[in-house]
T-cell receptor, first 115, second 112 residues
């Protein structure tokens, strides 16, 4: 079953903790992306990676970190520096290196809540 | 970078009527414009996309038009059905980042 998988579906974080959201794809896509979605708002780009071992900051990278050690994996760490982390996090991938000029596939999302 | 504006934020129509959602973008080099549908708590799913070499594309009840001169594009849904109720997002390719920039979304409600 091919696709892009995010885990966990729900995640609760205590104040001051770092948490890592998983994103795995078996579509052999070169590019991967992390977006944040707040209620009633659009998707904002956190980080993106066009190729293994390389990634770039998006619009709201502060308080987040990523790695791209393998083509199929692009985990996102929400650090304690992120002051308002409660949101719905979406990972996406796209096949064409260098552009996103083809369909982007989304994972099912992780809903992170600070308790 | 790219900036995408989307209107309206909410839209309510009667079943069978048409719905139109409009977006503008800022990056004149952008050449790819997808539309996504998101149901509550689920992932966005692509419903239609258009590239800059065409002005219109249709897929059954859904159509998208693109005006590159004015830098705007629109989604048209005809003969709306209750199952069309969802949040719709437009997006445009940020050619500098090579990533999609999304509009703020339109909540469409189709009244039976």
């Amino acid at each position: 079953d091919g696709g892009i998988t995010q885990s966990p579906k729900y995640l609760f974080r205590k104040e001051g903790q770092n948490v890592t959201l998983s994103c795995e794809q078996n579509l052999n896509h070169d590019a991967m992306y992390w977006y944040r979605q707040d209620p009633g708002q659009g998707l904002r780009l956190i980080y993106y990676s066009q190729i293994v071992n390389d990634f770039q900051k998006g619009d709201i990278a502060e308080g987040y970190s990523v790695s791209r050690e393998k083509k199929e994996s692009f985990p996102l760490t929400v650090t304690s520096a992120q002051k308002n982390p409660t949101a719905f996090y979406l990972c996406a991938s796209s096949p064409q290196i260098g552009t996103m000029n083809t369909e982007a596939f989304f994972g099912q999302g992780t809903r992170l809540t600070v308790v | 970078g790219e900036n995408v504006e989307q209107h309206p934020s909410t839209l309510s129509v009667q079943e069978g009527d048409s719905a139109v959602i409009k977006c503008t973008y800022s990056d004149s080099a952008s050449n790819y414009f997808p539309w996504y549908k998101q149901e509550l708590g689920k992932r966005p799913q692509l419903i239609i996309d258009i590239r800059s070499n065409v002005g219109e594309k249709k897929d059954q009840r859904i159509a998208v038009t693109l005006n590159k001169t004015a830098k705007h594009f629109s989604l048209h849904i005809t003969e709306t059905q209750p199952e069309d109720s969802a949040v719709y997002f437009c997006a445009a390719l940020d050619t500098g980042r090579r990533a999609l920039t999304f509009g703020s979304g339109t909540r469409l409600q189709v009244q039976p």
